[in-house]
């Protein structure tokens, strides 16, 4: 099987994925840049009793500002950004860390875990979806949603995508609705009618819906890891 894969190279996926016989193409579409912020009046993580991280780089942030966050709570989308935020946070205090797959499950688990007079700030990208906010905020929990990195295209791509036959692959593997964005219409035309969509987590199946309409098949991977990805190809 041959496999397109919409991100950075990563030893993780290329090992596992090319020990089990499938061919893997990495093509980065996104550059992300972590902001230089104060934190000032509201932006102080200190006026907030937890910290919502959703991405690795909302973790560079923290890291990258050394933020206090003795007594914090903080709720982690993802296991590999919570790998992240549980090493910086080994030198402090009294912290208390919840992590989850995805936002859905980690808005269920902070209204479980958490008291709702808990007031959060929440660590976010410019392309932030609204699961987290909606959901907390349907259920009177103060969330204030702070962006620590904007996410674009790489300049680079559209010249990248067109060096590529991309009717070849069986399978493209799309991380983010922002990766959909990008690139759904230019890939839209050119793929093979018998390519497979293979999506990380509901929303970005869900952009994928929205913009293939449903001409392909698509399939959700429901645990981020390479195991996960692994996992769907091999059941395709």
Same mark, same amino acid.
């Given at each position: 099987?041959? *496999?397109?894969?919409?991100?950075?190279?990563?030893?993780?996926?290329?090992?596992?994925?090319?020990?089990?016989?499938?061919?893997?193409?990495?093509?980065?579409?996104?550059?992300?840049?972590?902001?230089?912020?104060?934190?000032?009046?509201?932006?102080?993580?200190?006026?907030?009793?937890?910290?919502?991280?959703?991405?690795?780089?909302?973790?560079?942030?923290?890291?990258?500002?050394?933020?206090?966050?003795?007594?914090?709570?903080?709720?982690?989308?993802?296991?590999?950004?919570?790998?992240?935020?549980?090493?910086?946070?080994?030198?402090?205090?009294?912290?208390?860390?919840?992590?989850?797959?995805?936002?859905?499950?980690?808005?269920?688990?902070?209204?479980?875990?958490?008291?709702?007079?808990?007031?959060?700030? %929440?660590? *976010?990208?410019?392309?932030?979806?609204?699961?987290?906010?909606?959901?907390?905020?349907?259920?009177?929990?103060?969330?204030?949603?702070?962006?620590?990195?904007?996410?674009?295209?790489?300049?680079? %791509?559209?010249?990248?995508?067109?060096?590529?036959?991309?009717?070849?692959?069986?399978?493209?593997? %799309?991380?983010?609705?922002?990766?959909?964005?990008? +690139?759904?219409?230019?890939?839209?035309?050119?793929?093979?009618?018998?390519?497979?969509?293979?999506?990380?987590?509901?929303? +970005?199946?869900?952009?994928?819906?929205? *913009? %293939?309409?449903?001409?392909?098949?698509?399939?959700?991977?429901?645990?981020?890891?390479?195991?996960?990805?692994?996992?769907?190809?091999?059941?395709?």
């Amino acid at each position: 099987m041959k *496999c397109l894969l919409l991100h950075d190279p990563d030893p993780r996926y290329d090992n596992v994925l090319s020990d089990n016989n499938i061919q893997i193409t990495n093509l980065p579409v996104l550059q992300t840049t972590v902001l230089n912020l104060d934190h000032s009046s509201d932006n102080s993580p200190a006026k907030h009793d937890g910290i919502i991280i959703s991405s690795k780089h909302g973790a560079k942030f923290l890291i990258k500002n050394k933020i206090d966050i003795s007594g914090k709570s903080l709720a982690i989308v993802g296991p590999a950004t919570a790998k992240i935020v549980r090493k910086y946070a080994d030198q402090f205090d009294d912290v208390t860390l919840v992590w989850e797959d995805n936002a859905s499950l980690l808005s269920q688990t902070i209204l479980s875990s958490f008291p709702r007079s808990h007031s959060w700030i %929440f660590y *976010c990208g410019n392309k932030a979806l609204d699961v987290l906010p909606r959901t907390l905020s349907e259920h009177g929990v103060r969330l204030k949603q702070l962006v620590v990195y904007t996410v674009d295209k790489r300049p680079e %791509f559209d010249k990248d995508l067109s060096l590529f036959d991309v009717g070849v692959f069986q399978a493209v593997v %799309f991380f983010s609705p922002s990766g959909v964005d990008y +690139t759904g219409e230019f890939l839209r035309d050119k793929l093979s009618d018998r390519c497979v969509l293979v999506a990380f987590g509901k929303s +970005t199946a869900a952009a994928l819906s929205q *913009c %293939f309409s449903n001409v392909f098949v698509i399939r959700i991977c429901e645990h981020p890891t390479p195991s996960g990805v692994l996992d769907v190809l091999m059941s395709l």
